[in-house]
């Protein structure tokens, strides 16, 4: 698919991967939609600008019906089409499957999983409307192998990944596209609270002996959204961590 004058909207974009995945469309000449909680940082809407397209904000809680239904109205209100979903909005709230208070298993699959379901289903009727679409969804190699202290995380990762291939095969009825990307260590926010000790202990299980940055989530993505012909895969990007 040839992205320049598509438009494309990126849920969790006012930082880390998913802002790198909103700049990486922007060039190659998407409008794109952000999204945060609260706000988006001016710097970032004068980024996306500078590439030639237009900006457009929908704040909102991805995990708030509520929520999602006034971002999709001011999508839908603003663009007659709308080409590329990106589910990337998260958060963590680590700690043994002993010590996990239910409230905090409850919030992180509320906002990843029940979050991506609450956005993908009103646009999945609107792209099937157009009989096109594509729709990434951010899951985790954690969804794949699962990982200490992190049941909720790992479940909701899980269940993101199970959700990509039920769209991708519902999808295809209508000509949408649906798959996931699941990274493994990046430079982000999320790692930046690990210390310096643990990050050493990590690289020395990941064959190329780094963790990844958001730019190569971001073209991966725009891989994806290119690529006619692949749907339904879950695509790792984790330096052969999970080799």
Do not use: W
Request: glycine share 10%; proline share 2%; hydrophobic share 40%.
């Amino acid at each position: 698919m040839e992205l320049k004058g598509k438009n494309a909207f990126i849920t969790g974009s006012s930082r880390g991967i998913g802002a790198a995945i909103a700049l990486q469309f922007a060039q190659e000449g998407c409008n794109v939609i952000l999204n945060g909680r609260k706000e988006i940082s001016p710097e970032l809407i004068e980024k996306i600008k500078a590439q030639g397209v237009q900006c457009k904000i929908a704040l909102g809680d991805v995990s708030q019906t509520d929520d999602v239904k006034k971002m999709q109205t001011e999508i839908f209100d603003e663009f007659d089409k709308l080409d590329i979903l990106v589910n990337n909005a998260g958060i963590t709230a680590d700690k043994l499957m002993i010590g996990m208070k239910e409230k905090d298993f409850r919030r992180v699959i509320d906002v990843n999983l029940v979050g991506t379901f609450n956005v993908t289903q009103g646009i999945l009727k609107k792209m099937s409307r157009q009989r096109s679409g594509v729709i990434i969804n951010l899951a985790s190699i954690v969804g794949l192998h699962g990982n200490l202290g992190q049941a909720n995380y790992a479940a909701s990762k899980a269940g993101i990944i199970g959700l990509t291939k039920t769209i991708a095969r519902e999808g295809a009825l209508r000509g949408i596209r649906c798959n996931a990307i699941a990274p493994g260590m990046i430079n982000s926010d999320m790692t930046a609270e690990v210390s310096q000790k643990i990050k050493d202990q990590m690289v020395k299980d990941i064959p190329l002996q780094r963790f990844g940055e958001p730019v190569e989530v971001a073209e991966t993505a725009v891989f994806l959204a290119k690529s006619d012909y692949i749907t339904g895969q879950v695509i790792t990007i984790d330096g052969g961590m999970t080799i």
